[in-house]
């Protein structure tokens, strides 16, 4: 079934977002068709997943792309659902309607098997997820496993931002999503006893075998202890809104929209939506499973994928110069890899890692805290969020890392839950005036610890681990592909598990840490615990409190960095994928996300997965290099967007940038591009053109417009000046007013006119129509006799000095003219409006780049 050509309505709403978002399988395959589109190009970069990694790599490749040289397909799976974070958005829309991407397991303990899978959706797991998210301190990124120079990256100032200063790749992407700054939307009395009680019991305690910090392993200040949430509720500069809780989803609707504006200016104005597509630079399909990927020696040449629009399997050629990126979790990620690559070293889907999940929560009577907390004071305790980093060294000297994610708030008597006021966006001035009244007896807290897994990189059949599952219990996943085989454990596999029982001794570390906080929060005071019957005096089991493995949705590790094992060298440095995420076994196929880490630490990996997702898209996409102008020339256009936006449209057809070119898209009249934020008096303007099609039935015709006046203002009749008028097709205008230096190699007549071809005067390096040949004022001096070749790039050299117009096409003399029309091609000086520079669309998509200019006296 075609993808409907407008929005949909279901039983309660129109699907304007989703519609103009996203395009069908259907529609993105028709705009790589040169059948069906003449200027069709493929898609250079496919990236498997439209979630949380997925987006932020497309659109930071999308964004880096100055010169337009590349086009990107992101194919997700599952619909368009939620236009931002849940959190955002009223309560209660985290239905379970998207989530159960299955995988089989075969770890022997039955609760290891539960995976209710990950978000089905555009935006993925960023919609849902919680927010916290700490950085990864020095001992979390040892090097090796991790390759030196992704540590420097993530840890370092590496990163241009603007005004010359540099960023480390970790803090860019903490500004992306918005934990740069601390929870600045978190205060109040009781956050701040909540922070002098913790600050003061850590700084007096003895740290022993395991050491309790502050973010970035730090606890300086009292302000190290404040939550890294990624909720940013300040403006980050002014005449910018705060920024919401942060989504990838936001970043795929923005970067769609921007492809769309700029189809939209690149096409005509009577362009339809088909033609629109083929010079999109980015398109985000939904709704399409890829079902898999096919490989002839070391490259990725096609996915074959499924979609409503076009049932499967479908396939989608990749190019030569194409790159495909696994974006999908990383137990999906892994399966692809594993039915796809040779996996001739027997290393993708090991170093299976996860993070060990604890939560503690208590209560404790305002009135510990007395006079700090005095309702008549502070009758309305409000909330608290606090972060706790703790290091324990293992019996081996090696450090083993968690953290302790704290929530608070004033409650009632019977109120559990410790977020109760926390993330709520509220709506209206009236529910924030309903908290005035309340007077909250109970401070709820919650300790959820957070603890590392170690990773097995090298034993044949480690503990954790993905493989295909070739003869599940369950059968296949889809279209006769096996579905992953997941093994997921704390406990060791055997007495010659390398990873020994490092990940139970550091659960437990980890739980009496929490106990531990727990005292210190209570300041002195009683204490109860939630319970399995409810509120009690004694800590409850640690049965109680643990979190299956799979609940973190933070699985990672099987696909990571690492040197090339062919290549020899240490088992330890060795790697699935080298620095930027690529396959050793494709040249084209590249990871992104977590599954890229070679340890995990016991951050959530949202934020080093954003981090690498931008330092792979700034590999992939360099910044442009322009070569210098010539001597005393500057560039109206260097192929890059900067320059390109100071150029506006007149009339008809339309300009699209395309890999550093200005390409004509004709429509059903002329048009003009013309250079708008300045006028010229003498000059010498240089550039280059390309003709696709430079003779025969239908050839390339454009032109190069000098000494123009203004589009967009009236012009003067030329035998009464105080009488002006408007043109309907304002790129006439520079057909009046201008000079013309002409591209077309069949001389075309004017056939409004009947006039036949061949003339001299409408050939290529002519003033177009001087039809007076000869050395005299008012007569052309033609001389070209080149015939030029197609799709290659030619050189005009434009002088004009006064009223004399010289030409030079490729290097050699084409014509010259001397203007005897004072009503025609006035500088400047004489008229303030006049002076312009343009190039035309009028048939064929002729290209132009390189245009430069260098003023005379």
């Known amino acids: 079934m075609a993808t409907s050509s407008g929005s949909q309505r279901t039983d309660f709403t129109l699907d304007v977002t989703g519609r103009y978002v996203c395009n069908g399988l259907d529609e993105a395959l028709a705009s790589t068709d040169p059948s069906k589109q003449p200027n069709a190009r493929p898609f250079n970069f496919i990236v498997i997943g439209g979630g949380s990694f997925g987006s932020v790599l497309a659109t930071r490749l999308q964004r880096l792309d100055q010169t337009h040289a590349n086009r990107i397909l992101v194919l997700e799976a599952g619909p368009y659902v939620l236009p931002e974070h849940v959190q955002n958005l009223p309560p209660g829309l985290d239905t379970g309607e998207i989530w159960g991407v299955p995988w089989n397991s075969d770890s022997p303990r039955n609760w290891n098997q539960r995976f209710p899978g990950l978000a089905f959706c555009v935006g993925g797991r960023s919609v849902f997820w919680g927010g916290w998210s700490p950085y990864l301190i020095d001992s979390e990124l040892p090097t090796p496993p991790w390759p030196s120079n992704v540590k420097r990256d993530l840890t370092t100032p590496v990163v241009p931002i603007g005004g010359g200063r540099l960023e480390s790749y970790l803090d860019q992407a903490a500004d992306q999503i918005g934990t740069a700054a601390t929870n600045d939307f978190v205060f109040g009395p009781l956050h701040q006893a909540l922070r002098d009680a913790l600050f003061t019991g850590l700084k007096s305690r003895s740290s022993g075998t395991t050491r309790l910090t502050g973010n970035r392993g730090a606890l300086n200040t009292i302000d190290d202890l404040e939550a890294p949430l990624a909720i940013q509720s300040t403006s980050p500069r002014p005449g910018f809104f705060p920024l919401n809780k942060f989504n990838a989803v936001q970043l795929l609707i923005r970067g769609s929209r921007i492809a769309q504006s700029e189809a939209e200016q690149a096409c005509p104005p009577e362009a339809g939506s088909a033609q629109k597509d083929a010079v999109k630079r980015l398109m985000i399909v939904d709704n399409t499973h890829v079902i898999g990927l096919e490989r002839q020696g070391q490259r990725i040449t096609r996915i074959w994928a499924s979609s409503q629009t076009l049932p499967g399997p479908v396939p ?61 004071r502070n009758p309305e305790l409000q909330v608290s969020a606090l972060f706790v980093k703790g290091i324990s060294q293992r019996a081996d000297g090696s450090p083993g890392h968690f953290h302790l994610q704290i929530t608070a708030s004033g409650v009632g008597q019977l109120e559990t839950n410790s977020e109760a006021e926390l993330f709520k966006k509220l709506p209206s001035i009236d529910d924030i005036d309903q908290f005035l009244g309340l007077t909250d007896e109970f401070i709820v807290l919650t300790l959820r610890g957070i603890g590392e897994m170690v990773g097995d990189r090298s034993s044949p059949d480690p503990q954790n681990r993905i493989r ?85 949705h933070h699985e990672g590790g099987t696909l990571w960095m690492g040197e090339d094992p062919a290549a020899g060298g240490s088992q330890n440095r060795w790697g699935v994928t080298d620095e930027w995420g690529r396959f050793y076994e494709a040249d084209n196929l590249y990871a992104v996300g977590p599954s890229l880490l070679p340890t995990l630490g016991s951050p959530n990996p949202m934020l080093t997965g954003v981090a690498l997702s931008r330092r792979t898209a700034d590999h992939l996409v360099p910044p442009p290099v322009i070569a210098a102008p010539g001597p005393q020339y500057k560039y109206l256009f260097d192929g890059t967007e900067k320059t390109f936006r100071r150029w506006r449209q007149a009339g008809g057809g339309a300009f699209a940038l395309i890999d550093g070119a200005l390409v004509a898209q004709p429509g059903s009249s002329i048009g003009l591009l013309y250079y708008a934020t300045e006028a010229f008096e003498n000059f010498i303007l240089r550039l280059e053109f390309l003709l696709p099609r430079p003779r025969g039935a239908g050839n390339d015709n454009s032109g190069v417009f000098v000494r123009f006046r203004n589009p967009q203002m009236r012009v003067p009749d030329r035998n009464n000046p105080a009488i002006t008028y408007a043109y309907n097709n304002t790129a006439f205008v520079a057909v009046d007013t201008g000079f013309e230096v002409q591209i077309d190699e069949e001389a075309r007549g004017d056939t409004r006119f009947n006039e036949p071809d061949g003339f001299p005067y409408n050939h290529t390096g002519a003033i177009y129509k001087i039809t007076s040949l000869g050395t005299n004022p008012g007569q052309q001096d033609y001389v070209n006799t080149q015939q030029l070749v197609a799709n290659s790039w030619h050189t005009y050299e434009i002088e004009v000095s006064g009223q004399t117009y010289t030409v030079r096409l490729n290097g050699l003399p084409s014509t010259r003219f001397t203007n005897t029309d004072s009503y025609r091609g006035k500088p400047p000086s004489v008229d303030p409006a006049s002076g312009y520079v343009g190039i035309q669309t009028h048939t064929g998509r002729v290209a132009f780049r390189n245009i430069q200019i260098r003023t005379l006296p």
């Open 468 to 552: 295909l599952d070739l003869l599940g219990p369950q059968g296949p996943f889809d279209f006769n592909q096996p579905r992953a085989l997941v093994r997921l454990e704390a406990q060791p596999k055997d007495a010659q598990d390398p990873r020994g029982t490092k990940d139970v001794d550091l659960w437990n570390v980890m739980d009496q840490a929490a106990e531990e906080v727990a005292g210190i929060l209570a300041n002195g005071g009683p204490i109860q615990y939630l319970g399995p019957e409810g509120w009690q005096s004694t800590v409850p089991s640690v049965d109680f409190r643990r979190d299956v493995l799979s609940s973190t």
């Open 316 to 376: 989608i050629d990749v190019p030569p110069d194409g790159n495909v990126f696994l974006a999908l979790g990383t137990i999906e990620s892994t399966r692809l890899a594993l039915s796809t690559l040779p996996n001739a070293q027997g290393l993708i889907g090991h170093n299976l890692m996860a993070h060990l999940r604890s939560n503690l929560t208590i209560r404790i009577p305002r009135t510990n805290f007395g006079a700090a907390l005095d309702p008549a």
